[in-house]
């Protein structure tokens, strides 16, 4: 059963640029992992410093396994997640 994850991401305009790039490296990284069946971020559309993510694993120890990896630490934990106002995280399991 695959084990979804939508996150939505909100920070100051003015830190917008440092997250996308963020997000731009780590859908690259993300992609390679073997657990990971789909990473997509999005910016949202006339809401300035509004992301929504949407990944997909192949199960919730896949997810677990992505969010120890080097790339998140560096990328999510360290750079993105400070410059966060509001983080909302939703957990689903395919029918």
């Known amino acids: 059963m695959a ?20 997000l731009r490296t ?14 997509e971020a999005h910016e949202v559309v006339d809401q ?11 199960d919730r120890a896949g997810f677990e396994a992505h969010k120890e990896t080097e790339h998140f630490a560096e990328l999510i934990r360290a750079t993105v997640f400070p ?3 509001e983080r909302t995280i939703t957990f689903a399991e395919t029918l």
């Open 48 to 58: 300035p410093g509004a992301f929504v993510l949407y990944e997909r694993y192949t």
């Open 3 to 22: 084990f979804a994850v939508v996150a939505q991401y909100q920070c100051a305009p003015a830190d917008a640029d440092t997250v996308r790039g963020a």
């Open 26 to 39: 780590m859908r690259e990284l993300v992609r390679s992992e073997p657990a990971n069946l789909a990473y």
């Open 83 to 85: 410059l966060l106002k």
